[in-house]
């Protein structure tokens, strides 16, 4: 059945349309952390984070159902759902981070940001780590380095070293955040010849495309320091750090410990509804609804709402964010216990892990992790690879996962380690 | 309560978020043609395509209801779901218009369009008319003449004069017609000058936004040759046009007859959940996904695709494009038959009608469409207006719209003109 699935996949969406696995899976079910396919056939979910609180959660399939049932409009009437839940998540804000518009993918969501930053400096350049993903739009995708855009990458944007925990760049980890900052205002220089000037800088607050490496909180102080002084904003992208991921409080810039000017909200929003946002201050989104005629058709509807609010009230009462931090911690430490000749660092906050994997010449172990990955998602385990060799084994389950989980997932690592080729 | 709910809404959302009317209406309940406010009043909706088959089609909710609570995931694992909406939505195409990537908002369907014909002829350069609205991305934005962009216009854009039905530049509609083509020409031109070169045309094949001016088919045959000969793409927005609102099939360029490249679709294709999609040919969406690494997380995931899919059944099991073909063609008889002093035309294909009023010295009637626009709502009937100067009146209603249905919005229409200060 598979094959047969892949040729129509193939006829009907074309070529090269991004699938997971040597032998792609055939999800029919999910319920919570787990998955069947259409042979009956369970898996343990160790990577979705869109459905954050569990697959097929029935408060937000009830939230969805009702509401569907009752009325799905638009924002240019008025309607109780954007506003409550616009009030309920901007509470869950600090550093006056008071005001949204919501969209319906994290990509647009970024792509409003670039203007937010625009609107309030009247520039246009923009700065990004050197190995990121912000979304698919045109002007985000600038941002990426995957493949370069026809006409070539446009010279408002310039990348900067993305952060690195096992081969760093230089030093120690100290040195390496004041690298980064340096680099950051090497990048405003150019920006600022250039012509264009400096607008934004828009990061993961926990660089989780970049590899997601192991960081401390602190880490961005002389970074934001420069942004400040040169005038820039700080577009912080918490599309996969958000809602609690991190096991330590609502969002990822609160972790690292900074105030963000713009921040983006995205896929575990609405547990799988397509359901995006941007928070700002009022001044950044007076200066940005000043300077464009936003309207976003299916943007804060109330069926978006209804599922978006579902989800923040189930974060809270199921105590998500608790959870991520004492399962991810039992985790964290069977991760780091694992011994193996090519395992270079485990490393982890909340429920997002990495174990990166390293030839014993010290270069990236690409192969073994991508077989690693393979052997694992036989053994009923869905995880996958980041990094830029892609040679880190990535783990980031739904908010859900309990101890026993962390367990059958890591037993079945350990085994498929012994028995994977280097 | 809308004074209050204006006041949160400008506190969570910031200022000059679109509204509609000067007294806002607080929706809560919809069914078919009908909406509710929150004091029990009930409107019949003459305005929103979105609720293609009807404000709160049961169908369309127990799909996503079911759906929802059985799996939801995204395209990187195989699902039957995306297979058999887009096996069956290519099949409406004619011209090889066989695949397709599902999206989840016409914003992100133009931009991918736009990126298709940068992949297929490796240009950058796009001409549009200079009064339309194509979607909200950084990208799309700039097809659109609302305001000016930070930074300034980019001259990869060229923008020609929009056709008009009742103060054409000049001439009968074959004049027009001729016209439109020797503008698209000189863009063409521009775009090669300036070295971008001309990759495509994005057109609504019944200028929706452009005021919906009567035209008939065949308009656009000279410009469709003036775009093959150059070698450009023709990019088609459906969103307004497509699911058979015309009444006539289920596309607008079928309507008008040509053969797009590429075609988008958004709003109506699930009846309010978030999706859409560009349909192209083989060799079109080869080109795109050779150059580009597109993956739209929520985009074409099994709730959409089920959402989708029941809609696409109702339009055909409630013979609703016969439907917008019969009450069509009745309630424009009507419109016709209107006697008022500003009335210059009354124009109407399918379910989407304009209602232009001009001055007795022939300028745009702008402030009494407006007031029109405001008594309707206060008769409990929504339209709205479109038109570059707003002046023309216009009418969209959910497609299961019956003759009664269009006898009472046009009996309140005549009551209401008859005592509008003009």
């Known amino acids: 059945m598979t094959t047969e699935m892949l040729e129509r996949r193939t006829r009907v969406l074309g070529p090269n349309v991004p699938i997971f696995y040597d032998c792609p899976v055939n999800l029919v079910r999910g319920e919570s952390v787990w998955l069947w396919d259409a042979d009956g056939r369970r898996y ?82 923009f700065i990004a780590t050197d190995n990121t993903f912000h979304g698919n739009t045109s002007a985000v995708s600038q941002l990426s380095t995957r493949r370069p855009p026809i006409g070539g990458y446009q010279d408002h944007i310039q990348l900067v070293p993305a952060p690195d925990s096992v081969r760093p760049a230089g030093g120690s980890l100290e040195e390496q955040s004041q690298a980064f900052a340096r680099n950051v205002e090497a990048a405003i220089a150019k920006l600022e010849e250039s012509g264009h000037g400096f607008a934004g800088f828009m990061l993961c607050p926990t660089f989780s495309n970049e590899g997601f490496p192991a960081l401390e909180p602190g880490f961005l102080d002389p970074t934001i320091e420069v942004v400040r002084t040169a005038g820039g904003l700080i577009l912080c992208d918490e599309v996969q750090p958000g809602f609690g991921r991190t096991g330590t409080g609502w969002w990822g810039h609160d972790w690292m410990g900074f105030a963000p000017d713009v921040v983006t909200l995205g896929k575990p929003m609405a547990n799988g509804h397509p359901v995006a946002a941007v928070v700002t201050r009022p001044d950044v989104m007076a200066a940005f609804r000043g300077a464009f005629g936003y309207f976003n058709t299916f943007g804060g509807n109330p069926v978006s709402c209804a599922a978006a609010l579902a989800t923040l009230e189930i974060i809270e009462e199921d105590a998500l964010i608790a959870n991520a931090h004492d399962v991810g911690a039992y985790a964290l430490e069977r991760l780091r216990a694992i011994e193996h000749p090519l395992k270079a660092e485990a490393r982890g906050l909340g429920l997002f892990f990495g174990i990166e994997f390293l030839q014993t010449d010290g270069s990236a172990a690409t192969g073994f992790a991508g077989r690693v990955v393979e052997a694992m998602r036989h053994e009923g385990i869905l995880m996958n690879r980041i990094g830029r060799d892609m040679n880190t084994l990535k783990m980031r389950p739904p908010m859900p996962f309990q101890r026993d989980h962390a367990d059958l997932a890591i037993d079945t690592l350990e085994k498929v380690l012994e028995r994977t080729p280097l």
Chains 1, 2 share one sequence.
């Open 44 to 125: 343990l979910d160790c990577y979705n984070n869109v459905p954050h609180v569990g697959h097929c959660h029935p408060k937000v399939v009830e939230a969805i159902a009702e509401q569907a049932a009752t009325l799905n409009t638009h924002t240019r009437y008025l309607h109780e759902g954007i506003l409550e839940y616009g009030e309920r998540l901007t509470a869950k804000f600090s550093h006056d981070l008071t005001q949204l518009i919501m969209v319906c993918t994290g990509s647009e969501a970024n792509d409003v940001a670039l203007r937010m930053a625009q609107a309030k400096t009247g520039k246009t350049g």
